[in-house]
């Protein structure tokens, strides 16, 4: 439900680190999702698709990576994916386990074409 | 013309040579977070602790936060799409509260730091002890966005059933606390209480976890020692 707002967030962003580059000069920009984000990937890429040219970024091509969910056990080092059910130890048992990544939200990077002097913007 | 692929590996590519590429590694929530940290510090330095409450629609936030009121010095901060039909309710018992409803900024199914920092800012200044931000009712949206508290409350009702931790995991892997509340219906019901609290175990297996009911009036005593305890270690550390 709130992939509009990280939509929103991500274009925020993204002119934000462009500073006085015109929008229109982004050709990539590399997303990376957690896979336990309580992100649908494919609502996010609607919302991008709708608000990324409305705000200028009109040649932009998103590149969603979907990061893994990753656990380690603190009693015998594992790190792991766990199962859907069950986020202890799949190798020793345990639930002394530390969140490791899967979370993520992250602009990872934007790539802006190099002759901006003939750009039409 | 605008264009998404996915990946279920990061890209190992450079960028070509003509290309610039730009590397961030940021998060895409930024601003929320920036303005989510200025009201941690904020709150930290006066010594008020702060809670986000968050839980499904009808789980029972503002029935749990009405019976804490009955024992701490709180402030409100009441998140809804539409109404103030919660805030009055606090208005009546005399608690500061204050009411955003999430319809001005697109009917948004959470709360988002800079919509409320300034409510926030507001609150802290009828001098509680405890502040409590009632989120938006929602099992999913509000885990994202940090509003700048010290305590995740998940409020987390019987008549939901004990698979709702594996079914909405971003939401109870980032509990501080969870309450499973309505905990009378679970013999009407035929329900095992220990059986919910299993399956929050199996996803956060460390989280605090308390019971409670609002036909129970010892039942939020743990809570609240609970929550005491916790401002104690806050101001320890401020003082430290």
Not at chain 2, 43 to 64: A, C, E, I
Request: glycine residues 6%; negative net charge; aromatic residues 8%.
């Amino acid at each position: 439900m709130h992939e509009y707002y990280v939509a929103k967030h991500t274009i925020y962003q993204v002119k934000k680190e462009l500073g006085e580059l015109h929008p229109s000069l982004v050709k990539k920009v590399g997303l990376e999702i957690g896979k336990m984000s309580g992100i649908i990937p494919e609502a996010l890429e609607m919302y991008l698709g709708l608000i990324a040219p409305e705000e200028g970024l009109t040649n932009a091509t998103f590149i969603i990576t979907l990061a893994p969910v990753l656990f380690r056990c603190n009693d015998c080092s594992t790190l792991f994916e766990p199962s859907r059910e069950l986020f202890w130890c799949p190798n020793c048992n345990s639930s002394n386990v530390t969140f490791v990544s899967g979370n993520e939200l992250k602009i990872q990077y934007i790539d802006v074409e190099n002759n901006a002097e003939n750009k039409e913007v | 013309m605008t264009r998404i692929h996915f990946f279920e590996h990061l890209e190992g590519h450079g960028a070509p040579q003509d290309l610039t590429r730009i590397n961030l590694g940021k998060n895409i929530l930024e601003a929320n977070e920036e303005v989510a940290h200025q009201v941690y510090h904020l709150y930290t330095d006066r010594g008020v602790f702060l809670t986000n409450v968050m839980g499904s629609p009808g789980s029972g936030k503002t029935t749990l936060i009405k019976a804490l009121a009955q024992h701490l010095k709180i402030a409100v901060l009441e998140g809804d799409i539409a109404s103030s039909v919660d805030s009055i309710e606090f208005a009546k018992m005399n608690v500061p509260v204050v009411q955003v409803n999430t319809d001005i900024y697109g009917s948004a199914c959470h709360l988002e730091a800079p919509w409320i920092a300034d409510k926030l800012r507001l609150l802290i200044e009828y001098k509680p002890e405890f502040v409590f931000i009632e989120n938006v009712g929602n099992l999913v949206c509000p885990s994202d966005f940090n509003l700048g508290e010290h305590e995740r409350l998940v409020v987390y009702s019987i008549p939901e059933g004990f698979d709702k931790p594996i079914k909405y995991p971003p939401m109870f892997t980032k509990a501080t606390a969870v309450v499973l509340t309505k905990v009378d219906l679970a013999p009407v019901m035929d329900l095992d209480v220990e059986k919910f609290e299993e399956s929050v175990r199996k996803i956060n297996p460390h989280v605090q976890i308390f019971t409670f009911s609002a036909k129970d009036e010892k039942s939020i005593q743990p809570i609240v020692t609970y929550l005491e305890g916790k401002r104690q270690a806050l101001l320890n550390n401020r003082s430290n």
